[in-house]
């Protein structure tokens, strides 16, 4: 009987941290957002900052993240960039909000669109080769991936999105768990 209690405990836990977007009303562009019937497993992608070093999704256990693959050539990129910065920068360390620049783009190209754009919060992370994105069954620019703090893709929107207001933080919010 002990052993059943723990295991029911257990359970219940790992569900309440499990983020729920399906009872989230999706509107305006969060209409694109594709919400899976049950967590999907992410495989530990491994990209580059632009020194060289290997930044992995297992290096943020346990923290909500916002996948976002994009290119500096990539118009609708570009436009919901600055709002995945105030994102990040807004929601005070309850997610990671992590920006792979994917396929050819030079170091000095997105640091010149971030300094234009005043871009501060969000980190610059390579996928040269696009092996992550290959990973991540990513065919097209943008793409973002909500992953819940197991580690797991939530929900999946594919095309430029405005990231600010309602319909996104109800998103977000329920990626956190708020």
């Excluded at 992370?125 to 990973?135: I, N, S, W, Y």
């Amino acid at each position: 009987m002990r052993l059943f209690a723990v295991a029911l405990y257990l359970a219940i836990g790992a569900a309440a941290n499990a983020a729920d977007l399906t009872g989230v009303t999706l509107e305006g562009d969060m209409r694109k957002l594709v919400v899976h019937s049950a967590p999907e497993a992410v495989p530990d992608l491994v990209v580059t900052t632009p020194e060289g070093d290997e930044v992995r999704l297992s290096d943020y256990a346990g923290t909500p993240l916002v996948l976002n693959f994009w290119a500096t050539w990539c118009a609708p990129c570009r436009e919901e960039m600055p709002d995945l910065d105030a994102m990040q920068r807004d929601r005070d360390g309850a997610l990671e909000v992590l920006t792979i620049a994917t396929g050819r783009n030079s170091v000095e190209g997105i640091e010149e669109f971030f300094a234009d754009e005043s871009i501060t919060d969000l980190p610059v992370l390579l996928d040269p080769k696009q092996v992550a994105a290959r990973q991540m069954a990513v065919l097209g620019l943008p793409v973002t991936v909500l992953v819940d703090a197991e580690g797991r893709e939530v929900a999946r929107l594919t095309g430029g999105a405005h990231w600010k207001g309602e319909a996104a933080d109800a998103v977000i919010d329920a990626l956190v768990g708020e």
